[in-house]
């Protein structure tokens, strides 16, 4: 038993919990990270469903005008290419609503996978309830962000526990510089198959040993029989018990400088695992900072694109209806269809991007990420 070793072994166990800990952390830093990853996948869902749902808007209008354009020329008031540039728009609308099917599969089979369901297994996403998305970026300040980062997000959790465990490491090394006292105790017997002992012993008469010399008697004495048996386990057992005890004290004079050697390995660990955590910390710093900054910025996109797209559709159904009196050609109807539905695709892109980058923040700040 070690009654003294510089402490090492209490360093030791000190050490172990800090790497336990540190293991937990670990895991809530996958978990988190694979929080962010669903949520990237879920918004996906959302933004190709609602793109999903524009296209075939699209398409519907573009069938009516092809229908339009097509009545228009049997009457003889439009030319074939009138027709062509119909059908051309609504060739176009197909493939736009194929490309934003497949593409809400594709974002549906990544939700699935990450969330480990069976393939075959099918759901449907509901959207969230956006209720406010006028200043959401002015709620969220850098510095703010940061510290409230630091105390809650695992990955510096994790680097600063990884610090702690270097930092015992060498307070380990440096216990075997101390002397080493530890007692000792043993207790011990034996056994042997061979060793047997006097069960019991007869006389049996007598026996000449010699005779006298000037009389020249016999010399006799009693003659016995004796009987002799293995002597059992557990006597031997008990007769051979025997117990110790001692203390012994080691004390190191040189032993090739070996600790030394150690020690100066644990501080160089402990040097790196302070680069690592200083590193993090920077990272988070820059991460944060670039996350504000986007948010702020796809505030300014969404309101942009919103007014972009009222704007568009405004100019859409102005065209549409001079199309229909005939004062519009299908050129200029097309072009204005088109940029009516370019900026409806902007803006719901800019509003899903809104929400995430919302979203993104509170994952730094540790908070649950829901809707």
Same mark, same amino acid.
């Not at 510089?6 to 919990?17: A, S, T, V, Y």
């Not at 469903?49 to 339009?68: C, G, H, I, M, Y």
């Given at each position: 038993?070690?009654?003294?070793?510089?402490?090492?072994?209490?360093? @030791?166990?000190?050490?172990?919990?800090?790497?336990?800990?540190?293991?937990? /952390?670990?895991?809530?830093?996958?978990?988190? $990270?694979?929080?962010? @990853?669903? +949520?990237?996948?879920?918004? =996906?869902?959302?933004?190709?469903?609602?793109?999903?749902?524009?296209?075939?808007?699209? %398409?519907?209008?573009?069938?009516?005008?092809?229908?339009?354009? !097509? #009545? %228009?020329?049997?009457?003889?008031?439009? /030319?074939?290419?009138?027709? #062509?540039?119909?059908?051309?728009?609504?060739?176009?609308?197909?493939?736009?609503? /194929?490309?934003?099917?497949?593409?809400?599969?594709?974002?549906?089979?990544?939700?699935?996978?990450?969330?480990?369901?069976?393939?075959?297994?099918?759901?449907?996403?509901?959207?969230?309830?956006?209720?406010?998305?006028?200043?959401?970026? $002015?709620?969220?300040?850098?510095?703010?962000?940061?510290?409230?980062?630091?105390?809650?997000?695992? $990955?510096?959790?994790?680097?600063?526990?990884?610090?702690?465990?270097?930092?015992?490491?060498?307070?380990?090394?440096?216990?075997?510089?101390?002397?080493?006292?530890?007692?000792?105790?043993?207790?011990?017997?034996?056994? #042997?198959?061979?060793?047997?002992?006097?069960? #019991?012993?007869?006389?049996?008469?007598?026996?000449?040993?010699?005779?006298?010399?000037?009389?020249?008697?016999? +010399?006799?004495?009693?003659?016995?029989?004796?009987?002799?048996?293995?002597?059992?386990?557990?006597? =031997?057992? !008990?007769?051979?018990?025997? =117990?110790?005890?001692?203390?012994?004290?080691?004390?190191?004079?040189?032993?090739?400088?070996?600790?030394?050697?150690?020690?100066?390995?644990?501080?160089? !660990?402990?040097?790196?695992? @302070?680069? @690592?955590?200083?590193?993090?910390?920077?990272?988070?710093?820059?991460?944060?900072?670039?996350?504000?900054?986007?948010?702020?910025?796809?505030?300014?996109?969404?309101?942009?694109?919103?007014?972009?797209?009222?704007?568009?559709?405004?100019?859409?159904?102005? +065209?549409? =209806?001079?199309?229909? !009196?005939?004062?519009?050609?299908?050129?200029?109807?097309?072009?204005?269809?088109?940029?009516?539905?370019?900026?409806?695709?902007?803006?719901?892109?800019?509003?899903?991007?809104?929400?995430?980058?919302?979203? +993104?923040?509170?994952?730094?700040?540790?908070?649950?990420?829901?809707?």
């Amino acid at each position: 038993v070690d009654l003294f070793q510089g402490f090492q072994k209490m360093n @030791q166990i000190k050490q172990n919990r800090i790497l336990l800990d540190a293991d937990k /952390t670990n895991v809530e830093k996958i978990k988190n $990270d694979l929080i962010l @990853q669903v +949520v990237t996948a879920y918004m =996906q869902i959302l933004f190709n469903r609602d793109l999903l749902k524009a296209s075939k808007q699209q %398409l519907e209008v573009a069938k009516q005008t092809l229908n339009r354009e !097509q #009545s %228009l020329l049997d009457a003889g008031t439009k /030319t074939i290419a009138d027709v #062509s540039q119909a059908k051309s728009q609504v060739a176009t609308s197909e493939l736009d609503v /194929t490309n934003a099917q497949n593409n809400l599969s594709i974002s549906y089979l990544t939700l699935n996978q990450l969330m480990e369901m069976p393939p075959q297994y099918s759901f449907e996403v509901q959207a969230p309830m956006v209720t406010e998305t006028a200043n959401i970026g $002015d709620n969220y300040d850098i510095a703010q962000v940061y510290n409230n980062a630091l105390n809650t997000f695992p $990955d510096v959790k994790l680097a600063a526990l990884r610090t702690a465990a270097a930092e015992k490491e060498i307070a380990i090394a440096k216990g075997a510089y101390s002397p080493r006292l530890s007692l000792n105790g043993g207790l011990g017997s034996n056994y #042997s198959s061979g060793r047997q002992e006097l069960v #019991s012993t007869t006389p049996n008469g007598t026996r000449e040993i010699g005779r006298t010399a000037t009389t020249n008697e016999s +010399v006799v004495v009693p003659n016995f029989t004796t009987i002799f048996a293995n002597q059992k386990f557990v006597e =031997q057992i !008990q007769e051979n018990f025997n =117990q110790s005890i001692g203390i012994n004290l080691s004390i190191p004079i040189f032993n090739g400088y070996a600790v030394r050697s150690n020690v100066r390995r644990a501080k160089l !660990q402990y040097q790196n695992t @302070q680069v @690592q955590e200083q590193l993090t910390k920077n990272n988070l710093n820059r991460v944060i900072s670039q996350a504000v900054v986007d948010l702020k910025a796809a505030q300014g996109r969404y309101q942009s694109t919103t007014n972009v797209f009222n704007a568009q559709k405004d100019a859409f159904y102005a +065209v549409e =209806q001079r199309y229909e !009196q005939g004062l519009v050609n299908s050129l200029d109807f097309s072009t204005s269809q088109t940029n009516r539905n370019k900026a409806e695709i902007d803006m719901i892109q800019a509003k899903y991007d809104l929400i995430f980058r919302a979203k +993104v923040i509170d994952y730094y700040l540790g908070k649950q990420i829901t809707f």
